[in-house]
């Protein structure tokens, strides 16, 4: 089986990455990255281009993900990415966001079919960059994919990542197994699967089902769990001190490239509100973390935290999957 880590705007970026490759090694065969908007300027965005900078990112497989419907904005990003030594890239047909889905980029795309054709057939004209397309079912309906997936078999895509819910259902109801397995036996490209892998049981139950998938993308659950992948291969859950040198490398990161508490501690309460749910009883601590405005004040609540409270071992360890 192949591991892929997910995108999340804001959170998976390179300080994270790093992290996570230090203290779980040789768990993702492919880290996506968080989005790129393709502008105008011959160059990538700074915090953009940080986040791709190949010594950013030693050791780790980085597939750049652009989010754009617009096709020559896609070619001059992929060029950009060609001089700084990239051959793949992701194509985002599935952010749910209201921002993104009103421009009509995202899973908002999947609303324009006869558009989308063309903007595929544009890209994929591309020569030496190898293109994955991470995608949902539809906009409104589930059974749109059927038409969309008539457009995706014209094309000789890397994989094709299918997250099985609408952009309607965001991230609630659950993922539409049904409708992936119909793809699963349709479709021309090869599968990967994205959607709701929080536990050991989620993912023994989704290879129960569809056994012949060797690839799966996981996000949420990965950062609500970074041990998930280490459960998953037999090698027991993540002991709290790897978990809390983990956290403190990842803090520290964000210390180096970003200037005072408050910045520092959006992005690590942003973490907690995935990874708190894998301590037992933390409620009140999660209450602490969210309100704190002082970095100082924020590490004395996380030690104590690790020093006074257990990891939940059970597969539901209260992770809100909505």
């Known amino acids: 089986m192949k591991y892929y880590f997910a995108p999340l705007e804001g959170i ?72 700084l030594g990239y051959d793949e890239v992701n194509l985002n047909l599935g952010c749910p966001s209201g921002t993104v889905v009103s421009k009509f980029r995202g899973s908002g795309f ?53 997250h099985p819910r609408t952009r309607q259902d965001f991230y609630g109801n659950k993922p539409n197994m049904e409708m992936f397995k119909d793809a699963l036996k349709s479709s021309k490209n090869t599968i990967c699967y994205n959607g709701d892998i929080f536990s050991v049981k989620d993912y023994e139950k989704f290879i129960e089902e569809c056994p012949s998938v060797d690839r799966i993308m996981i996000g949420r659950g990965s950062l609500a769990n970074p041990g998930l992948i280490n459960e998953i291969k037999g090698k027991g859950v993540v002991d709290k001190n790897i978990l809390k040198e983990f956290h403190d490398e990842v803090c520290m990161g964000y210390k180096e490239i970003l200037s005072g508490d408050i910045n520092v501690l959006f992005r690590m309460k942003e973490l907690w509100s995935y990874m708190i749910g894998m301590f037992e009883d933390s409620e009140k601590v999660a209450k602490k973390i969210k309100k704190e405005r002082m970095l100082s004040e924020y590490n004395v609540i996380i030690s104590r935290l690790f020093a006074e409270y257990n990891i939940d071992e059970t597969e539901n360890r209260g992770f809100n999957r909505n």
Do not use: H, W
């Not at 908007?37 to 190949?54: A, C, G």
């Not at 030496?128 to 059927?146: C, P, Q």
């Open 12 to 83: 998976s970026g390179y300080i994270y990455r790093n992290a996570y490759e230090k203290f779980f090694p040789n768990n993702i065969d492919k880290y996506f990255t968080p989005f790129i908007v393709p502008n105008q300027s011959k160059s990538l965005k700074t915090k953009e281009f940080r986040d791709v900078l190949p010594e950013n990112n030693n050791g780790l497989n980085i597939i750049p993900q652009i989010l754009t419907n617009d096709s020559k904005g896609f070619i001059a990003t992929c060029k950009k990415l060609k001089q």
């Open 110 to 162: 999947l609303a324009k079919r006869e558009e989308l054709d063309n903007f595929l057939d544009e890209i994929f004209k591309i020569q030496d960059m190898k293109i994955s397309i991470k995608t949902r079912l539809g906009v409104d309906s589930a059974d749109e994919f059927y038409e969309i997936m008539k457009i995706y078999d014209k094309y000789p895509m890397e994989e094709l990542i299918i």
